[in-house]
C-alpha cells in the first residue's frame, strides 16, 4: 500500500505551519483533521475531511 502525505506548506496559513504528516491514508486523515482542529481553528466534519483527503499527495521514495 503507497503511504500518502499530508503537508501545510501546501495550503497557506495565517500560522506558517510546516507539519507534514505521512502514514496509511486513513492515519493522515485523522491526524490532519486533528491537527487542523487545534493548530488552525477549523471544525472537524465530513467536509474538513474530504478537503484533507482530496490534498493528500503520496510518498515520493527514494530510489
Not at 491514508?25 to 483533521?33: D, I, P, S
Amino acid at each position: 500500500m503507497t503511504r500518502k502525505v499530508a503537508d501545510c506548506r501546501r495550503t497557506p496559513s495565517v500560522a506558517g505551519c510546516t507539519l507534514t504528516i505521512t502514514g496509511e491514508e486513513e492515519e493522515v486523515v485523522r491526524a490532519a483533521a486533528e491537527h487542523a482542529v487545534s493548530v488552525h481553528q477549523h471544525t472537524d466534519g465530513p467536509e474538513l475531511r474530504q478537503m484533507i483527503r482530496e490534498s493528500l499527495e503520496d510518498e515520493k521514495v527514494p530510489a
